[in-house]
């Protein structure tokens, strides 16, 4: 209980910070003809709004009692769901994500749903196993806590125009993480001889960098960790080497020393969408960017083969249920709707998701978003372990958000590290990271 309060006032402390709660007005009645109405909280973004209008439809389409609405979540996140949960108008049903559900399902937000899922035997037979885990609180819990509707794999989209004007071979699925570098290491040559349409100020790789499930994904696939399963920090290991940390902080030192991806501490550049980057990494919600800018000679390749832990950053969206909810019969048919095959082909026709189901691994209701012919195996590709993306699971869920931030200004460090001067007094990343490390773990310990 002591927890759970110290996530709640953690939570609510940020709530007062002028944030926007969900936009809703009071509950209206259901449109006639049906009985009950529920309503989902999603975010307030076109992607999302595409997404959830898709459902709302296909579920509506498939039954006559249950009307449902959408109400949208300011992107500050946490603090409007937890003002409205305490102000008891939260949504029925409230959009969360493999990487984000932790601080609002341990305050009791959520409602776990083992309850419900065992009623319905067979229901998640045939769900990645890796999305099963993201619902819980770290991978050694048994509690579900929100229904995944997409697996999201870290892939890469690149410009086949580019390529062509640089002389390339386009990647393939099971390319190299020193195949990829090489690749950058072309392109800026290209680039740089102002090839065809190519011009010296782009960039092989439109990064982000610091977007963790890409920093995670290289930090881990060359032997490092974040976290360990105590909580603690595990930056350094347990002889005081930092090895390991390292050789992905060099990675990402290189790609932007080098000039093959810029310094990105100020988020996305949308470099990729205005064609002046050759590749960009991405999970499939982004199609909606590259389809809206409009560029049509482009694919998809699997995200590079790691050279120490073959792994690939794999996550979910999804919707959890208000444990104040005072209709959880309708919300949870609506929950059960989403990871149907019915349901799933619906959210398909928006071209933002992968199935949740492994037996819609081929179909075309995905494979021909968003337009056919695409190397869509990339999405699905199983020549690497997928990796767990809840970094900080095994934490005190209140410490998520400046978990969070410490982690990725580690990051940001490597990205404007200078060879000479290097970054912010430290010149060698040993130290760096030892004192981050240190940093860290004082966060950890004060609570």
Known sequence: ????????????????????????????????????????????????????????????????????????????????????WAGNTLADVVWTAGDKHAPLSAAGVFEPLNSYFEKEPGLLDDIYPSLIETTKLNPEEDTMYFVPR??????????????????????????????????????????????????SSFYPLDGYLSWTPAAYTIIKGFGGEYMDKNGQSALVAADGSTTAVEAGLEQIYQLVS??????????????????????????????SEIRGAQLE??????????????????????????????????????????ISEEGQKAFCETGNGVPVLQSMRDDASWRDQPVAGLNQEAFVYDGTKDLFLNYYCYADPSLYSDLDTRFTQLIQGAEQWDPEAGYDGYTDFHTYIVDKNKDIQDLISRG
């Open 1 to 84: 209980m002591k927890k759970i309060t110290s996530i709640i006032a953690t939570l609510l402390c940020a709530a007062t910070i002028g944030t926007a709660s969900v936009a809703c007005a009071p509950r209206d009645l259901p449109e006639e003809g049906r009985d009950v109405l529920i309503t989902v909280a999603v975010l307030n973004d076109s992607s999302e709004k595409e997404t959830i209008s898709k459902f709302i439809n296909a579920f509506k389409a498939s039954q006559s009692t249950i009307d449902v609405k959408a109400e949208y979540i300011d992107a500050a996140y946490y603090s409007p769901v937890l003002t409205d």
């Open 150 to 199: 997409d697996y999201n794999k870290l892939v890469i989209a690149y410009n086949k125009d580019m390529f062509d004007d640089a002389g390339l071979d386009y990647p393939e699925n099971d390319w190299t993480w020193q195949d990829f570098m090489d690749t950058c290491k072309a392109l800026r040559q290209a680039m740089d001889e102002n090839r065809g349409n190519l011009d």
């Open 258 to 287: 080098n000039y093959y991806a810029g310094s990105d501490i100020m988020g996305e550049s949308g470099l990729f969408e205005a064609q002046q980057a050759a590749m960009r990494f991405m999970s499939r919600p982004a199609v």
């Open 297 to 338: 000679n482009f694919d998809f390749v699997a995200f590079p083969t790691m050279p120490v832990e073959n792994v690939v950053g794999v996550g979910c969206s999804g919707y959890g249920l208000n444990a104040h909810s005072e209709h959880k019969a309708e919300a949870w048919e609506f929950l059960k709707f989403i």
